[in-house]
Nanobody
Framework: QVQLVESGGGLVQTGGSLRLSCAAS????????VAWFRQGPGKAREFVAG?????????YYEDSVKGRFTISRDNARNTVYLQMNSLKPEDTAVYSC??????????????WGQGTQVTVSS
């Protein structure tokens, strides 16, 4: 069983930065891949970034965030981070982290955090 808690969201101006955290409780967190998803107003949930489970740590990004967002994991702290730079108004959304044995579509994840709001003002 894994429980996830996000933090770090907030209001930022265009071009600003935020770092989201996804803190996990439960054993064997290193055996889980972790992804960040977001859902903007009136939009479907979309994949943002993902990192494979500990020992592999390959990362994947949605095209619109490549070069601006960085996902990383600190297995000692059971935490995955999403560093978001050069934020744009279209990045405004509720950001949620999810964990599963491998990365996949949202329906494939059994463990989700509650989400954290990110608002980018123009």
């Amino acid at each position: 069983q894994v429980q996830l808690v996000e933090s770090g969201g907030g209001l930022v101006q265009t071009g600003g930065s935020l770092r989201l955290s996804c803190a996990a409780s439960g054993r064997f967190f290193t055996t889980y891949a972790v992804a960040w998803f977001r859902q903007g107003p009136g939009k479907a949930r979309e994949f943002v970034a993902g990192v494979l489970r500990g020992g592999d740590d390959r990362t994947y990004y949605e095209d619109s965030v490549k070069g601006r967002f960085t996902i990383s994991r600190d297995n000692a702290r059971n935490t995955v981070y999403l560093q978001m730079n050069s934020l744009k108004p279209e990045d405004t959304a509720v950001y949620s982290c999810a964990a599963e044995q491998t990365l996949g579509r949202p329906v494939s994840y059994n463990y989700w955090g509650q989400g954290t709001q990110v608002t980018v003002s123009s």
